[in-house]
């Protein structure tokens, strides 16, 4: 299984990105997805999710700022960053599970994860 996660960027305050992921190895439609971020000096946490039935879930800080999107025909899942801060800062990675309900929603335990795509938002 390849998670292989890109797009990220410098980009300056306000501004927007598109991070993209290519799933292989795995049946893509199956598995539920989702976006975890490491800022510097601090530990990865949970972004945003999608299930396999499309049901979308978010932190509470990034919602109605970011919108996760998966499409099954090309087995990748989108993560659109927009308003973007100086405190997104951080590498994004992309993840994912068969096993994410969606009733905890930050309680998503990935059994694969991606490589990371770093987003740099100056000031």
């Known amino acids: 299984v390849q998670l292989q996660a890109y797009g990220g960027g410098l980009v300056q305050a306000g501004g927007s990105l598109r991070l993209s992921c290519a799933a292989s190895?795995?049946?893509?439609?199956?598995?539920?997805m989702a976006w975890f971020r490491q800022a510097p000096g601090k530990e990865r946490e949970f972004v945003a999710a999608i299930r396999r039935t499309d049901d979308t879930y978010y932190v509470d800080s990034v919602k109605g700022q970011f919108t996760i999107s998966r499409d099954n025909a090309k087995n990748t899942v989108y993560l659109q960053l927009n308003s973007l801060k100086p405190e997104d800062t951080a590498v994004y990675y992309c993840a994912a599970t068969k096993y994410y309900s969606g009733y905890q929603v930050t309680d998503f335990s990935p059994a694969y994860w991606g490589q990371g795509t770093l987003v740099t938002v100056s000031s």
């Open positions: 190895g795995l049946t893509f439609s199956l598995y539920n």
